[in-house]
């Protein structure tokens, strides 16, 4: 089986709003991973971020959610609020295939009352972290009883995050009845110990690791001083896209603020943004309004992006599958990607790289003095999907009524109550200003540009 539709217990209905979001081939994981799902068996998998997971999970999830029954039926945990909105997204698009299927998040950074609410309308599936879950059990705003399907996503991470305990307390409130799926992108043991205590025979899926993905070309370069060897790099590879890792939010500033001083488009992300500044972060790298984003690992679990040409590792994590998360920011679904280590020589703690990376011929600016600049700036509008925007509503006012072309409009990204836009820079300001005597649906929106 290669196809989706070679799984015909997929329904005809379901493959069309595949195909329709670019999704007809299946990945590996998927191809192992749907039919045992659709039989109702546990699955361990051994998954690399960007191998389709998500679908390989969501899929099955989708169509065995009975949307007639009281109370949701699917749970799928995460360790981060970034990929829990990934996969949120990811799966609200292919759900649109069922009518009135309703998806709820639950993750900090928002009002638990908020939340609350959501659920108290009804959710047929949740997608959350731990702790956020465990804070509305003990508010008693959430019931587990009624979930049939329990699916952990990038558990080693969350082991390694501390959430063993939190996540056995999740289950003790759910019926012992119930089919379990556990994805993980990397193998240790504590993994195996867990599999051992949640999952009944499971079905074993195994997909190449990052590591051995030959499409990302690994580097390590030694360097005493990092910063210059950053700007070395950036004018050595001239990569369109930059994910910098740093470990500390101490330095993603410094290094951030010396990008921009050097005249490239950076941004930073780090674990001292709230939800809505984590947001806007990503959404400006995805959309090309920034060139650089500069993180702590709080960036490597949640961001999905097709294409991020390079990424580099200011600070080597002292951990491997720290660094196999993050190099896998590139090299996507098969895609080419760089990543670029700078090593601290005599390094112990960080000797892995040696093993694992190529060292780097000496560096040499291929185009000295090149900037990363980005073509896109981004508004945002104070509308969204509680008020029933869809991108066609706004990417028809800016081309019919403001007269811009497509080629002055890049991504549109609708979020709860919110709309970003990216627009070609030269078009910002007019853009604005307009934006203040037309309407868009018969309403009136603000509108920014994002700093």
């Given at each position: 089986?290669?196809?989706?539709?070679?799984?015909?217990?997929?329904?005809?209905?379901?493959?069309?709003?595949?195909?329709?979001?670019?999704?007809?081939?299946?990945?590996?994981?998927?191809?192992?991973?749907?039919?045992?799902?659709?039989?109702?068996?546990?699955?361990?998998?051994?998954?690399?971020?960007?191998?389709?997971?998500?679908?390989?999970?969501?899929?099955?999830?989708?169509?065995?959610?009975?949307?007639?029954?009281?109370?949701?039926?699917?749970?799928?945990?995460?360790?981060?609020?970034?990929?829990?909105?990934?996969?949120?997204?990811?799966?609200?698009?292919?759900?649109?295939?069922?009518?009135n299927?309703?998806?709820?998040?639950?993750?900090?950074?928002?009002?638990?009352?908020?939340?609350?609410?959501?659920?108290?309308?009804?959710?047929?599936?949740?997608?959350?972290?731990p702790?956020?879950?465990?804070?509305?059990l003990?508010?008693?705003?959430?019931?587990?009883?009624?979930?049939?399907?329990?699916?952990?996503d990038?558990?080693?991470?969350?082991?390694d995050?501390?959430?063993?305990?939190?996540?056995?307390?999740?289950?003790?409130?759910?019926?012992?009845?119930?089919?379990?799926?556990?994805?993980?992108?990397?193998?240790?043991?504590?993994?195996?110990?867990?599999?051992?205590?949640?999952?009944?025979?499971?079905?074993?899926?195994?997909?190449?690791?990052?590591?051995?993905?030959?499409?990302?070309?690994?580097?390590?370069?030694?360097?005493q001083?990092?910063?210059?060897?950053?700007?070395?790099?950036?004018?050595?590879?001239?990569?369109?896209?930059?994910?910098?890792?740093?470990?500390?939010?101490?330095?993603?500033?410094?290094?951030?603020?010396?990008?921009r001083?050097?005249?490239?488009?950076?941004?930073?992300?780090?674990?001292?943004?709230?939800?809505?500044?984590?947001?806007?972060?990503?959404?400006?790298?995805?959309?090309?309004?920034?060139?650089?984003?500069?993180?702590?690992?709080?960036?490597?679990?949640?961001?999905?992006?097709?294409?991020?040409?390079?990424?580099?590792?200011?600070?080597?994590?002292?951990?491997?599958?720290?660094?196999?998360?993050?190099?896998?920011?590139?090299?996507?679904?098969?895609?080419?990607?760089?990543?670029?280590?700078?090593?601290?020589?005599g390094?112990?703690?960080?000797?892995?790289?040696?093993?694992?990376?190529?060292?780097?011929?000496?560096?040499?600016?291929?185009?000295?003095?090149?900037?990363?600049?980005?073509?896109?700036?981004?508004?945002?509008?104070?509308?969204?999907?509680?008020?029933?925007?869809?991108?066609?509503?706004?990417l028809?006012?800016?081309?019919?009524?403001?007269?811009?072309?497509?080629?002055?409009?890049?991504?549109?990204?609708?979020?709860?109550?919110?709309?970003?836009?990216?627009?070609?820079?030269?078009?910002?300001?007019?853009?604005?200003?307009?934006?203040?005597?037309?309407?868009?649906?018969?309403?009136?929106?603000?509108?920014?540009?994002?700093?």
């Amino acid at each position: 089986m290669t196809h989706f539709n070679d799984i015909h217990e997929i329904p005809e209905a379901l493959i069309e709003t595949l195909t329709q979001n670019g999704f007809t081939t299946m990945t590996p994981v998927q191809r192992e991973s749907i039919p045992a799902a659709l039989e109702g068996k546990d699955i361990l998998a051994h998954a690399p971020t960007g191998s389709g997971k998500t679908l390989a999970f969501g899929i099955p999830a989708l169509m065995m959610t009975q949307q007639s029954k009281k109370g949701p039926s699917t749970l799928i945990v995460t360790p981060t609020r970034e990929l829990a909105e990934q996969i949120a997204a990811a799966l609200k698009k292919i759900a649109s295939y069922r009518e009135n299927f309703k998806i709820t998040t639950l993750y900090g950074g928002v009002p638990l009352r908020t939340q609350a609410d959501s659920l108290q309308k009804g959710a047929h599936m949740l997608i959350g972290t731990p702790g956020r879950i465990l804070d509305h059990l003990s508010k008693g705003t959430l019931v587990l009883d009624t979930i049939e399907r329990l699916i952990l996503d990038e558990a080693d991470r969350m082991l390694d995050m501390g959430f063993h305990d939190d996540i056995l307390k999740i289950i003790a409130k759910m019926n012992t009845k119930r089919q379990t799926l556990l994805f993980s992108a990397t193998f240790p043991p504590k993994i195996k110990t867990m599999a051992k205590e949640l999952l009944h025979e499971p079905v074993m899926v195994s997909v190449d690791s990052e590591a051995d993905n030959s499409t990302i070309d690994e580097i390590v370069y030694v360097a005493q001083n990092r910063l210059q060897a950053l700007g070395q790099c950036i004018e050595t590879y001239r990569p369109a896209s930059l994910l910098v890792f740093c470990n500390t939010k101490t330095d993603v500033d410094l290094v951030t603020d010396r990008l921009r001083q050097q005249g490239h488009d950076a941004i930073a992300l780090h674990g001292d943004f709230d939800q809505g500044e984590r947001q806007e972060a990503i959404i400006r790298f995805e959309n090309n309004s920034a060139s650089i984003l500069v993180a702590t690992d709080v960036a490597s679990r949640g961001i999905d992006i097709a294409k991020v040409d390079m990424v580099l590792n200011y600070d080597l994590p002292f951990d491997e599958t720290v660094y196999t998360h993050r190099i896998g920011r590139t090299g996507r679904a098969g895609a080419s990607g760089i990543a670029v280590s700078l090593y601290a020589s005599g390094s112990q703690k960080t000797a892995y790289i040696m093993q694992r990376a190529h060292e780097g011929k000496a560096l040499t600016a291929s185009t000295p003095n090149y900037l990363m600049h980005a073509s896109y700036a981004t508004i945002c509008l104070n509308g969204g999907k509680r008020q029933k925007l869809r991108k066609g509503d706004i990417l028809g006012t800016l081309c019919k009524e403001l007269g811009l072309s497509a080629s002055q409009i890049g991504m549109i990204t609708i979020m709860e109550q919110k709309s970003y836009v990216a627009l070609k820079k030269e078009s910002v300001a007019e853009v604005l200003q307009r934006l203040k005597q037309c309407k868009i649906k018969k309403k009136r929106y603000m509108a920014w540009r994002v700093h």
